[in-house]
């Protein structure tokens, strides 16, 4: 199967990073979202995206045909009606995922694959729902995909072998390189390395054992890393992490729930939610810790 068009299921940060991806690459591109805002938010991204493309891998062409590409709807049946491949990168709340996919497999045509970006949840919880089984797996994406150009591939008991070669496939077409996992697993390869640091580095925090700016400082002087915790957390994106602390709380991890307070106070109540708005532990488009005397 040759995958020549591709919805993308949520226009954030990352779901329109997704799709400029794919446009970029040559795929016709359906973007999917709820409201008419949040479709128009994502145009502009594309925008933006198109000066960032253009200007890294200096081809403003190509960059400027990625738009032509691009269509936009909040009519699911319309974005699926010639969908070979659906990413999905809606909020990470399980029941808006699940009814999302429930969705899919009722609208996609019979051969659509259903994939989630989730960064925290397992394809196997949508599976079922869709209809579809052997259809549905995990295609995660890393945020600024263009520099961080991995696509992190997971199947479930009843993902089709071949489904997970085509999308291996697919992940290669689109400029990526594929990280194909053998088996599930809460936040792939990736994510399962990092959040023990963001864990570390909230910790330490909440607490008032020492200050983001502190924390973030040790860690890029002590590994000679460009960024720290509190920045990944900015360019992951505030609520993402919110709705991650509330689905492990959910899980039973209660000892989380002070944390997840505070980041709702401090955060997502007053709409720092990251680089998407500005400002989160840091202020942008220029960080402190770019500056050249953060870390003397």
Do not use: C
């Not at 696509?151 to 992940?171: C, H, N, R, Y």
């Not at 590994?223 to 899980?251: A, N, S, W």
Request: proline share 5%; no cysteine.
């Amino acid at each position: 199967m040759t995958i020549k068009t591709v919805v993308v299921a949520g226009a954030g940060v990352l779901g329109s990073q997704i799709a400029f991806q794919n446009a970029y690459h040559g795929k016709q591109v359906w973007v999917y979202d709820i409201k008419d805002e949040f479709l128009d938010r994502a145009k502009g991204n594309m925008e933006h995206y198109q000066t960032i493309y253009s200007n890294y891998f200096q081809t403003p062409e190509q960059a400027k045909d990625a738009l032509t590409r691009l269509h936009y709807t909040t009519d699911l049946k319309q974005a699926v009606a010639d969908a070979d491949l659906v990413i999905e990168a809606v909020p990470e709340v399980l029941t808006i995922k699940q009814n999302l996919f429930k969705q899919l497999g009722e609208l996609a045509p019979e051969n659509t694959i259903l994939a989630t970006n989730t960064s925290t949840m397992l394809p196997s919880q949508f599976a079922e729902i869709s209809g579809r089984p052997e259809k549905v797996l995990a295609l995660h994406f890393a945020n600024e995909i263009w520099l961080y150009n991995t696509a992190e591939i997971m199947g479930q008991a009843k993902t089709s072998p071949e489904l997970i070669d085509e999308v291996v496939a697919f992940a290669r077409e689109i400029g990526l390189i594929p990280i194909r996992l053998n088996k599930e697993q809460p936040g792939y390869v990736l994510n399962t390395m990092i959040m023990p640091l963001l864990d570390s580095a909230m910790y330490l925090w909440v607490n008032g054992i020492s200050d983001p700016q502190t924390i973030d400082k040790d860690w890029m002087i002590s590994t000679k890393m460009g960024m720290g915790p509190f920045g990944m957390l900015d360019m992951i994106g505030m609520r993402t992490q919110y709705d991650v602390l509330l689905h492990r709380i959910e899980m039973g991890e209660t000892q989380l729930q002070p944390l997840a307070d505070r980041v709702k106070k401090e955060f997502i109540d007053q709409n720092k939610l990251g680089i998407s708005t500005g400002e989160g532990f840091y202020h942008y488009p220029s960080p402190a810790f770019m500056n050249p005397n953060f870390l003397r």
